[in-house]
């Protein structure tokens, strides 16, 4: 019988794992081209970068060989040098914060390399159950896996037995 338990107790683990949540994405912020200066890219390219990606709390930016800032709006729209810069060297990651929700903004500290495009914003959606368009279907998922789960569990014990 205490076979049994684990046995169900194991199958319990795996059907959660396997229904977990969405895996968290990590961008090469410019893609092949990574984060990189005029000639290179052109003003907006990053912006057309960004354009076709839907960033959740928990993804990863990863931008490559320079100092970036994470700034305001203000600070982005007029590429204002900061004090706070992320030196990264070889690369930088930046995780965005679980509840993540809105613009994010990030400029090049470099000499003139954010007014020349070397800048990115990003928005950010939190999709929390709250929010989601799925919370409805998620009750119904969590529902129906708390079935399953006793009724693998009532199975394994009678087998075990």
């Known amino acids: 019988m205490g076979r049994g338990i684990v046995l169900a107790g194991f199958l319990a683990v795996a059907m959660l794992a396997c ?14 081209r990574g984060w990189t200066a005029s000639p ?9 970068w960004a354009a076709n990606k839907t960033f959740m709390g928990g993804d990863t930016l990863r931008i490559s060989l320079t100092n970036v800032a994470f700034v305001t709006k203000e600070e982005y729209d007029n590429c204002t040098k900061v004090i ?10 930046y995780t965005l914060p679980a509840d993540a929700n809105g613009p ?35 009750s119904i998922t969590a529902g129906a896996l708390s079935v399953l ?12 037995n």
Do not use: R, W
């Not at 903004?105 to 999709?127: M, P, R, W």
């Open 40 to 48: 290179n890219i052109t003003v907006g390219y990053y912006d057309e």
């Open 19 to 32: 229904l977990g949540g969405a895996a968290a994405t990590e961008y090469v912020v410019g893609d092949s």
């Open 149 to 160: 789960v006793l009724v693998s569990s009532g199975i394994m014990a009678v087998f075990m």
């Open 84 to 93: 706070s810069v992320f030196e990264g060297g070889v690369a930088f990651s």
């Open 104 to 138: 994010y903004y990030f400029i090049s500290t470099v000499d003139s390399d954010c007014e020349n495009g070397q800048k990115l914003a990003i928005s950010v959606i939190s999709l929390t159950p709250a929010e989601s368009p799925y919370s409805s279907a998620s």
